[in-house]
C-alpha cells in the first residue's frame, strides 16, 4: 500500500519543513480575541510570545476540518491508501481523532500511533516510522518499535510562572495565586506513564532548584552518560536560560546528543513565555 506519514504542527515544524522530510502535516490552530491563525503558517512563534507579553490570553485549537480534509484528499489524488498518523497525543488534543474520521469517510486506511506528548519526540517518531517502513517494515514491527522508544521517553516542563497555567485550566486561580506569592516553580512531566497527560511531579522555589531536581530525574531515567540518548533544551523566549542547562546537561550527559530549540507554540501557549523543557528519549 502506498503510505503516508502524517502529524501535525505540535511537532514545532511548518507543513513546508515536514514536507521536505517527506511527510505531511496540518497545522493546529492558535487563537486570541477570536481571531484563529494556523500554526507555523499565519503566526510565528515569535509572534505567539510578543502577543502573550502584551498581555493577551491566547488558545489552541485542533486543526479546522477543512484542512485536515484538503490534505488527506490531496494524499488521496497522489495515490496514497493507507495513513500512518503521528499526532499530538490525544489527551492534549482531539486530532486523532478528527483524522481517523477524515480518513474513514475518504476510505482511506488509518494506522495512528499516541506518542503520549507532542514536539520533537513527536517528529522522530514520525521519521523513524517512515525509515523503518522504506526498510520493508511490517506495520506491527514499526508500532512495536515506536513503543520502545516512547517507553524510555520524558518530557519535563518549568514554567515562569503560574499564570498561564491558570488561564489554560491547568490551575485554579486560588493555586495560582498562592504559587505566585510563593514564588513556586512546578515540575511538569507528560509521558507514557502520565498517558499523555500533564501531570506535577515536584515543585521548587527557584529556577536554580528546579533545574537540580530536573537534573536528577534525568539522571535516574537515563543510563550510560547519555549514550544512544537524544536530548531536547527548549524554551520559549528564554534562549540565554536554555544554554545554561544545555551545558548543565552535557556534564551530566557527554555521550548523548543535545540540541536547543524554541518551544512548540501549541505548548508554549499554555505555559508562557520563560518557561524551559527538556525531552529525551532512546534513539537505539
Known amino acids: 500500500m502506498k503510505t503516508a506519514f502524517v502529524c501535525d504542527s ?18 493546529l490552530q492558535i487563537g486570541y480575541q477570536e481571531i484563529w491563525h494556523r500554526d507555523y503558517e499565519t503566526i510565528t512563534p515569535e509572534e505567539v510570545i510578543g502577543l502573550m507579553r502584551q ?18 484528499i490531496r494524499l488521496k489524488q497522489l495515490g496514497y491508501t493507507r495513513i500512518v498518523a503521528l499526532m499530538i497525543t490525544g489527551e492534549l488534543s482531539g486530532m486523532e ?29 514520525l521519521l523513524e516510522a517512515k525509515t523503518c517502513y522504506e526498510s520493508g517494515w511490517e506495520i506491527p514491527e514499526i508500532m512495536k518499535r515506536l513503543a520502545k ?40 512531566a507528560i509521558n507514557e506513564q502520565t498517558k499523555g497527560k500533564v501531570d506535577s511531579v515536584a515543585k521548587a522555589r527557584t ?62 501557549v499554555h505555559t508562557g513565555p520563560g518557561c524551559l523543557g527538556v525531552q529525551y528519549y532512546s534513539i537505539a
Open 55 to 72: 498581555g493577551l490570553h491566547l488558545t489552541t485549537s485542533l486543526a479546522t476540518l477543512g484542512d485536515i480534509e484538503a490534505l488527506l
Open 10 to 27: 505540535g511537532t514545532g515544524k511548518s507543513s513546508a519543513e515536514l514536507e521536505a522530510e517527506g511527510c505531511y502535516s496540518v497545522p
Open 207 to 268: 529556577m536554580n532548584r528546579a533545574i537540580e531536581i530536573v537534573l536528577d530525574t534525568m539522571k535516574n531515567d537515563i543510563p550510560d552518560r547519555g549514550r544512544n540518548f537524544r536530548i531536547h533544551v527548549a524554551h520559549a523566549d528564554n534562549g540565554s536560560q536554555a544554554l545554561l542547562l544545555s551545558d548543565q546537561i552535557h556534564q551530566c550527559f557527554e555521550s548523548a546528543e543535545i540540541m536547543i530549540v524554541e518551544l512548540a507554540s501549541a505548548v508554549a
Open 149 to 188: 522508544i516512547r517507553k524510555s521517553a520524558n518530557t519535563l516542563l518549568i514554567p515562569d510562572n503560574l499564570h498561564y497555567l491558570q488561564l489554560s485550566g491547568r490551575l485554579t486561580a486560588m493555586a495560582a495565586r498562592l504559587g505566585g506569592f510563593l514564588r513556586i516553580k512546578p515540575i511538569l
Open 97 to 125: 481523532n478528527a483524522v481517523r474520521l477524515m480518513a474513514e469517510q475518504l476510505e482511506i486506511d488509518f494506522v495512528s500511533f499516541d506518542c503520549c506528548v507532542t514536539a520533537c519526540l513527536q517528529e522522530y517518531l
